[in-house]
């Protein structure tokens, strides 16, 4: 039963003595209701074919994100008035297992995006104990959030893909509101304990934020922390909307593999 979500979302504060390992809600914001084992789920698509994963994925997207993308792809993800369907990890179950043959066969899963999905560790967790666990389990995801999320999804999540935005901290404040360290943080704490070959990270052109050299400073910074995915690619703007990115043309970009070199996608 869809049901609407009457919350309304603060901002969250902004000075300079924000503690990114201890993020917390803004006021009036409840992004995930534990005690009833509900999560918001405002999209579920499938039948992808290798878009956000391998073989052929159901993409779960998650209502809510922290950051504040100047040219977010799914802003309505962020209003609590959005009309979304609160599941508990079972009904997701049951809605997205009726493609279990196509996972199997092709090797693919459920991909969380959202929205931010870590933000609800706590119900993918869950829902990796009940689906088959031949099933590749993926996120999309900015890893803005707590240290926490993190831990509880290291060990269930088969491939991370991640949207960094830009390795400057400035480029990266001026693009979703707030500081880089978190992301940064989480990176670190991901790759230092071997996940390396279970992340692609993804570096966008980001027009009007970044430019060609700040992209290969971030690749290069990439690189050196130990990341052996690095997917470059650009976002297109709506002639109608600039703020929105276009929702029918395809990410274009190129992938930079472990050995450095580039395969247009």
């Not at 993800?77 to 009904?91: D, R, S």
């Not at 706590?122 to 829902?127: S, T, Y």
Request: proline share 4%.
């Amino acid at each position: 039963m869809l049901e609407d979500l009457d919350e309304t979302i603060g901002r969250l504060p902004r000075n300079k003595e924000y503690k990114f390992l201890s993020v917390e809600e803004p006021k009036g914001y409840t992004y995930l209701d534990k005690t009833k084992g509900l999560a918001p789920i405002c999209a579920i698509d499938r039948c992808r074919i290798s878009t956000d994963g391998k073989g052929i994925t159901t993409l779960v997207g998650f209502h809510k994100c922290l950051l504040r993308c100047k040219y977010c792809i799914n802003p309505q993800t962020w209003q609590m008035n959005t009309t979304t369907k609160k599941m508990m990890p079972q009904e997701l179950y049951e809605e997205v297992k009726k493609d279990n043959l196509y996972f199997q066969a092709t090797g693919g899963g459920i991909t969380f995006g959202g929205g931010e999905p870590c933000l609800y560790s706590w119900f993918i967790a869950e829902f990796r104990e009940i689906c088959n666990p031949q099933w590749k389990l993926n996120i999309e995801t900015s890893l803005w959030v707590d240290r926490c999320h993190i831990e509880k999804l290291l060990h269930l999540i088969d491939f991370w893909i991640i949207d960094i935005k830009d390795m400057d901290n400035t480029i990266y404040k001026n693009y979703t509101g707030f500081a880089n360290d978190l992301m940064i943080s989480n990176l670190r704490f991901l790759l230092d304990n071997n996940k390396a070959h279970q992340i692609l990270v993804r570096v966008p052109y980001i027009q009007g934020y970044n430019t060609e050299e700040d992209i290969k400073r971030s690749v290069l910074k990439l690189k050196e922390m130990g990341v052996l995915n690095i997917e470059r690619f650009e976002y297109h703007l709506s002639e109608e909307n600039p703020l929105v990115l276009f929702p029918e043309r395809p990410l274009i970009g190129s992938l930079i593999t472990e050995g450095g070199e580039s395969a247009k996608k």
